[in-house]
């Protein structure tokens, strides 16, 4: 089932949760491609490490629209994807997904993604490692900051789709790449624990990173 623009009208940091276990589907080249979240990253206008904090630009100008509206920036030269949540200049960023397939994809889905993000020797990637981090997803599904930045899902040709599926525990920890000074401490990067092996960067095996005060778990209401 698509997500509709109202699953997108609440804080932040519940949306980032709840759509952990969701499904990105993009038809790229009129081949449908998708991968499952496994990790967010949620952002307030009020706090200095959200890109709205910086002000309105025409380039962050999706960050102001209604609930729902994809916001995608270059993150080193590269997409990355975002989504406007309730409240002006909130978002929640997808981090990192897991390759998914199923009766909705093109036969040729994992091939497809591979020869989109291959190793930068050539060689192909591995299904696990195709989008472990938020341009690596970007670059396996075909998004593109030039096709979707400000616009809206669509379910001819990219939305999200709920299959049922809820994490049966969530790690929640910080941020990463958020300068000192910019709010880093702040704990609103969340994780599917059962994929945390797999995400831009696993706490539960950071040396010297401690339960309940690096990351903590918890079990997620389904109601949110």
């Not at 499904?23 to 490490?49: D, N, P």
């Not at 036969?107 to 981090?133: F, T, W, Y």
């Not at 599917?192 to 797999?198: L, S």
């Amino acid at each position: 089932m698509m997500l509709k623009p109202d699953f997108f009208n609440r804080n932040a940091c519940i949306i980032a949760r709840n759509l952990l276990g969701k499904i990105i589907r993009h038809k790229h080249q009129g081949h449908w491609l998708a991968a499952r979240i496994i990790e967010t990253e949620s952002y307030y206008l009020h706090e200095k490490g959200s890109h709205a904090s910086l002000g309105f630009t025409e380039k962050r100008k999706a960050l102001f629209m209604p609930a729902g509206t994809i916001y995608m920036y270059y993150a080193r030269g590269h997409d990355s994807l975002n989504f406007s949540v309730k409240g002006r200049g909130n978002a929640v960023l997808i981090k990192s997904a897991y390759f998914y397939y199923d009766q909705l994809c093109d036969l040729d889905a994992l091939s497809i993604m591979q020869s989109l993000n291959p190793l930068p020797s050539g060689n192909l990637r591995s299904p696990e490692k195709l989008c472990a981090g938020q341009t690596l997803l970007c670059r396996s599904l075909g998004l593109k900051v030039t096709d979707w930045d400000q616009q809206q899902l669509s379910e001819h040709n990219f939305f999200i789709d709920d299959i049922n599926y809820t994490p049966e525990k969530i790690i929640k920890t910080r941020r990463l790449g958020i300068p000192e000074g910019r709010d880093e401490h702040l704990q609103n990067r969340f994780i599917d624990f059962n994929y945390a092996k797999h995400c831009t960067s696993n706490p539960l095996t950071k040396r010297n990173w401690l339960e309940n005060i690096n990351y903590s778990i918890s079990r997620l209401n389904k109601r949110g």
